[in-house]
């Protein structure tokens, strides 16, 4: 089975500062990776996904996010955060495959940037 | 948005009585799932379904059962609510892919157990 760790649960930034938060999954074979956004009484939306090919992946709002294998990694990272960034954001994994497999999340991180 | 409509959005029940959540879809996809979300935990998968009358266990199904009779419905039932299943519940819909596909989430159903 796969889960996955994210490190910070709480962020605290203010605008323009830079953003990383990171993702660490555990699973021996193929993964698909994502982060997904849920801003305040909101569904979860996606903001980027890797399934294969260049393992720095660009998302909505320009957010992107790096794969490397070799550290099980999967971090997400925006340049000059906005306000409107406060939100919770989850790192998900699925097994690679394109079977019904469903995702498998981390913890969430709370982040909140002040004006 | 993708067409997915959870009801009720609310509801409160009291202990020990069976309770349905709904999930309907517009898209035609053929997964559907159930998540549940708590403070803390992220979200964890309950049950989901590759197909009309085809269903699977996720890592926290005692408690839950599911159905899918037709493709656009998925619903979930707790059998004998208890105060553990207060939760906020998500459905997801997710379309198959040769490696993979997102998952597009509804809007969520707050469920209080008294």
């Known amino acids: 089975a796969q889960s996955v760790s994210q490190h910070n649960h709480h962020v605290i930034l203010s605008e323009a500062a830079s953003l990383e938060l990171g993702c660490n999954y555990s699973?021996?074979?193929?993964?698909?990776l994502f982060w997904y956004v849920q801003y305040p009484g909101q569904h979860l939306q996606l903001l980027l996904k890797?399934?294969?090919?260049?393992?720095l992946v660009k998302g909505i709002k320009g957010f992107e996010a790096e794969f490397i294998k070799s550290k099980f990694s999967f971090n997400l990272r925006k340049p000059s955060v906005q306000w409107s960034d406060t939100a919770e954001y989850f790192c998900?994994?699925?097994?690679?495959?394109?079977?019904?497999?469903?995702?498998?999340f981390g913890k969430g991180t709370h982040l909140i940037i002040q004006p | 948005d993708a067409g997915i409509t959870q009801s009720p959005r609310h509801k409160v029940t009291e202990t020990g009585t069976p309770v349905t959540l709904r999930c309907h879809q517009t898209?035609?996809?053929?997964?559907m799932y159930w998540y549940r979300q708590d403070p803390g935990h992220g979200l964890r998968l309950i049950h989901y379904?590759?197909?009309?009358?085809?269903?699977d266990k996720g890592e926290v199904s005692d408690g839950y059962s599911v159905s899918r009779s037709k493709t656009e419905d998925f619903l979930l039932t707790l059998e004998s609510a208890t105060s553990s299943q207060t939760s906020v519940y998500f459905c997801?819909?997710?379309?198959?892919?040769?490696?993979?596909?997102?998952?597009?989430f509804g809007q969520g159903t707050r469920l209080t157990v008294v």
């Open positions: 997801a819909i997710s379309g198959p892919g040769l490696a993979g596909a997102e998952a597009f």
């Open positions: 699973y021996g074979g193929t993964v698909n």
């Open positions: 890797y399934f294969s090919g260049d393992p």
């Open positions: 998900a994994v699925q097994r690679g495959g394109g079977g019904a497999d469903g995702l498998t």
């Open positions: 898209e035609n996809h053929r997964y």
């Open positions: 379904s590759y197909g009309v009358k085809d269903t």
